[in-house]
């Protein structure tokens, strides 16, 4: 018997072996081929309704396209009209202009300069933006214009009625050497194309930026007598009588710009 009992081999006990079960896979192809048939299935109806939907898109670019030509061909349509008969009325006005400036309307003691009547309130923005246009044009040409307010004085106003013979007038109104010229359109129009400045030949030129010294080119001043207030006493009867020097607005012209 050996000292060692553990080595004992007939002691030992023979266990059975731990090894894993195998289990044989078994490929069930009914389900696969099904599956793969669903997938098809699937693919198709989703590249139908794709195909469908990229149909449906076209088609309603296709709408869109058509209405959008429409429109471009209706808009051109109408500026290819708008422009003839923009054409149409600037030949009209130049021929009128041709002939003695086509209007028998003349201002007196104007003959040797370019009479604006404009307005410088802003009640009317329209009426505003037409007179600072037509303002600003007769300015570049760097001549002297007299510039008649008549918001600033009633008196201009009642003398535009009696010149064209009308009650109701619209501003601006330009006169060139007592000739009547027009308003707003007309000097647009005929500075666009180049007959103004034959127009306003002959005048003598003002320097850059020339500013009048006694209005500031506001072609009036307060009256000196009554200080703008429209009202003088009087030391005879003692009593404030109305001022006879000045307007409505307490103003008098400007004695060097309105000479």
């Known amino acids: 018997m050996s000292r060692f009992p553990y080595f004992n081999r007939s002691n030992t006990v023979h266990t059975a072996s731990s090894k894993p079960l195998e289990i044989p896979y078994v490929l069930d192809r009914s389900g696969s ?7 098809k299935a699937k693919s198709k109806s989703m590249s ?51 002939s003695d400036f086509g209007t028998p309307f003349r201002l007196p003691e104007a003959e ?8 410088s309130l802003r009640g009317v923005r329209r009426t505003f933006e037409d007179c600072s246009a037509v303002r600003m044009i ?5 001549i002297w214009i007299d510039e008649r307010d008549v918001s600033m004085d009633a008196g201009y106003r009642k003398e535009l009625q009696c010149v064209l013979g009308e009650k109701n007038v619209t501003l601006p109104q ?3 050497r007592g000739k009547y010229i027009g308003g707003a359109d007309v ?12 127009i306003l030949e002959g005048f003598p030129n ?3 930026g020339f500013v009048c010294e006694s209005c500031a080119d506001l072609r009036f001043a307060p009256c000196w007598h009554c200080s703008g207030s429209r009202k003088v006493f009087d030391e005879d009867e003692g ?21």
């Open 174 to 176: 330009v006169f060139v």
């Open 48 to 98: 139908n309704s794709s195909s469908m939907r990229g149909r449906m898109v076209k088609k309603i670019c296709g709408l869109f396209e058509t209405q959008s030509k429409s429109s471009s061909i209706a808009r051109s349509a109408t500026e290819e009209s708008v422009q003839s008969s923009k054409s149409k009325q600037g030949n009209s006005k130049l021929m009128k202009l041709d």
């Open 112 to 119: 040797d300069r370019v009479v604006v009547y404009f307005t």
């Open 187 to 198: 000097i647009r129009h005929l500075f666009e194309v180049g007959e103004l400045g034959k």
């Open 33 to 39: 081929l099904s599956d793969l048939s669903d997938e």
């Open 138 to 142: 007769l300015k570049g040409f760097r």
């Open 239 to 259: 009593l404030l009588k109305r001022c006879m020097e000045c307007n409505e607005n307490g103003l008098i012209k400007c004695p060097d710009c309105c000479s």
């Open 206 to 208: 003002t320097k850059p």
